[in-house]
């Protein structure tokens, strides 16, 4: 399953919804299907886009929230695992797309090539949602299954280790954080 695909398929709802998306090949990827003011590309902060989204999921608990993860960004801050869990907000889904490689810095491998296993992780952090898919028909049935439940969850989705040729985007990073914002403050005067 190619991760573009997978975020094409969950798109339209993701409208509905505040996105936080690590940076490098995930954001590059959104913004190529289309930007929205309700995603926020979190640019040099590796690891942080599931404490980013915990933060906005407890200030913010009448928002659904989605997270668009990566396996080295989650990696890199695994005590985010539990903080989720202990907080445990029923309106955030973390999507791990994990392609076993740093890809956005050179494809150096991930601990998932060689077993380390997210969902697990997750789980065992104590998180009550937990899946790994491969195909784009099961990861779409976990992202549609976590919606309706309305409970902390977290897809481990497996996906190839390609991504765009290019990882610039046309959008300022400035621009995008207060667009961001605006479309936060709006959200609360007009719901």
Avoid: W
């Amino acid at each position: 399953m190619l991760r573009i695909d997978a975020m094409r398929a969950i798109y339209p709802e993701l409208e509905q919804c505040v996105v936080v998306t690590i940076m490098g090949a995930v954001s590059a990827e959104l913004q190529s299907i289309g930007h929205r003011p309700n995603f926020f590309y979190l640019q040099h902060a590796m690891g942080l886009a599931s404490s980013m989204g915990l933060g906005i999921a407890l200030s913010r608990p009448e928002l659904p929230v989605v997270v668009l993860d990566g396996d080295g960004s989650i990696l890199m801050n695994l005590g985010s695992l539990t903080t989720l869990a202990r907080y445990r907000p029923t309106n955030l889904i973390h999507i791990v797309f994990d392609n076993e490689s740093l890809l956005s810095v050179g494809g150096f491998p991930t601990a998932t090539s060689t077993g380390s296993d997210i969902a697990g992780m997750a789980a065992s952090a104590g998180i009550p949602n937990t899946c790994t898919v491969d195909n784009l028909g099961a990861f779409s049935d976990a992202f549609a299954t976590a919606r309706a439940v309305g409970e902390l969850t977290t897809i481990v989705a497996k996906v190839e280790a390609k991504g765009p040729p290019v990882f610039l985007t046309d959008l300022p990073l400035l621009e995008n954080r207060f667009q961001f914002q605006r479309h936060l403050r709006n959200l609360r005067t007009t719901g």
